[in-house]
């Protein structure tokens, strides 16, 4: 076997070492079977002698494919979305497709630059994890390529996105799941620290408040409003505790929101669960600490994630098919954060004080 050529190895110097045309040596890379076997070894023997490798870009933009999906979560800061790419990412890998990520926080303090990126570097694919109302530039693109939504239900209420796919948690029930739990308990002054604006929110808020009535609770409806930030999320908390009869139980929108309620609580020397009953939404990382233990209603990061990525990948090859919107059953994973009010009876539960 000869020595190798000097220079970086082309399609034209495989084809000339193997005696064949470069559109023969293109199909022996795509593995065609249309290549005959004496054929197929004279052009991998040559690729072997001069250690060609294939052009990865060249051959993408040959095909109109670039093998990659883009994924663009809400807010990188929350633990949700960890669980999510936990669930995407071996289902594309399996199928030989490369994550692309953004940051739809910093997205949007760059004026949809990230999401324009996607369409520019030709994904094959999109997927947008978390709630909210969706920026024009979104809409544009889920408009041109296949779009999954997961976790919110807002690009699914578009009503010219009749393509968009959603998979999500059903969050009105999830929300019923919470305040059945701490009502079981003995609670009857149960609040609501709400999140942003979105569908997720909106879907939670108002299965507390449908569960509240449910349980004859409806005049002890308290809602305060925050975003998704431990800090926001604790000074709506401190004025919610500090205000006259105050809650005994608070079912937070996620498990952020719940550890800026626990530092109100710390902060106010209230004691989690003997003093304040605590629910959390998302089952994440967080939630599963030793050191938080927190009651949370599961949000199967994980499992959505991996079902949107499947869905994409059918989205991808029948794209005018008609919408599938799937919503995930809840569960409840109870811990140590909730146990029953002070001076009513029910199941022990440890206290700890939540830092």
């Not at 889920?142 to 578009?158: F, N, Q, Y």
């Not at 059903?170 to 149960?190: E, Y």
């Not at 608070?250 to 004691?271: C, H, I, K, P, T």
Request: hydrophobic content about 45%; some cysteine; glycine content about 10%.
């Amino acid at each position: 076997m000869g020595t190798r050529e000097t220079g970086r190895p082309t399609l034209e110097t495989v084809a000339a070492r193997a005696g064949v045309s470069k559109s023969l040596v293109s199909l022996v890379l795509r593995d065609s079977p249309k290549v005959s076997p004496a054929r197929r070894e004279a052009v991998l023997a040559a690729i072997a002698e001069l250690g060609y490798r294939p052009n990865a870009a060249a051959r993408r933009l040959a095909e109109r494919r670039s093998h990659s999906v883009g994924v663009l979560l809400n807010d990188l800061h929350q633990p949700w979305f960890a669980d999510v790419l936990d669930g995407v990412g071996p289902v594309l890998h399996a199928e030989g497709k490369h994550m692309l990520l953004g940051d739809g926080r910093l997205d949007r303090m760059m004026d949809d630059t990230l999401t324009w990126s996607f369409l520019e570097l030709g994904v094959d694919g999109l997927i947008v994890a978390g709630s909210g109302p969706p920026s024009a530039a979104l809409v544009d693109v889920a408009r041109r390529i296949p779009t999954v939504a997961v976790g919110g239900r807002d690009l699914e209420r578009d009503a010219d996105l009749p393509t968009v796919d959603v998979v999500a948690y059903d969050d009105r029930a999830g929300a019923a799941l919470a305040v059945g739990h701490l009502a079981d308990l003995g609670h009857r002054r149960i609040a609501h620290l709400a999140g942003p604006p979105g569908s997720a929110g909106r879907d939670r808020t108002q299965g507390y408040e449908e569960a509240m009535r449910a349980v004859g609770l409806g005049a002890e409806i308290r809602i305060a409003a925050g975003d998704v930030s431990e800090e926001s999320a604790r000074h709506a908390a401190l004025e919610l505790l500090r205000g006259p009869e105050r809650p005994t139980a608070v079912f937070a929108y996620n498990d952020m929101v719940a550890m800026g309620v626990s530092s109100a609580a710390v902060e106010l020397g209230l004691r989690v669960p003997a003093d304040l009953s605590l629910v959390g939404f998302d089952n994440s990382g967080l939630a599963r600490l030793r050191a938080v233990w927190l009651t949370s209603v599961d949000g199967a990061g994980e499992r959505i994630g991996a079902q949107a990525a499947r869905m994409l990948l059918t989205r991808m090859t029948e794209p005018a098919r008609a919408r599938d919107v799937r919503l995930v059953a809840p569960t409840l994973e109870v811990r140590g954060s909730t146990g029953p009010p002070t001076g009513c009876p029910g199941p022990p539960a440890p206290t700890r004080v939540f830092l």
